[in-house]
């Protein structure tokens, strides 16, 4: 699997905390930035990481932002993105199994590191069941394609 990963300012620490469980788990990873600590704009960002996915390029992405609102409302914009904005392990978890999400955003001033580094290392492990879910995703696919 091979992941891209971005941050704005608000998000920066809790970036290098999953891009080092990324190095733990063995996963490829490319870093989009931020790389700074003044203030940057999200969808500078959110956008790259959605359109590597997008384009295959990717397997997956994950964004941080402060709140992982506007990361998740920039990178669903990008046509085939399945952004969720994720704070809790059951999310994580169902959101793959359910969604297929194919980026995950994080919100660095809504949870600690600990927190995030759990529920990307859920997110990453955990694979989309398919089944009743297609039918469902599907339709949102069928309406991209309008
Ligand atoms: C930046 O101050 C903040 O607005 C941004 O990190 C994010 O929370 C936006 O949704």
Known sequence: MKVAIGSDHGGINIKEEIKALMDEMGIEYVDLGCECSTSVDYPDYAIPVAEKVAANEVDRGILICGTGI?????????KGI?????????????????????????????????????????WLETEY?????????GKITEYEEK
């Open 70 to 78: 506007g990361m998740s409302i920039a990178a669903n914009k990008v």
């Open 129 to 137: 069941e398919g089944g009743r879910h297609a039918n469902r995703v």
């Open 82 to 122: 399945r952004c969720a904005l994720v704070h809790d392990l059951f999310s994580a978890k169902a959101t793959r199994e359910h969604n297929d999400s194919n980026v995950l955003a994080m919100g660095e001033r809504v949870i600690g590191p600990g927190l995030a580094r759990e529920i990307a290392k859920v």
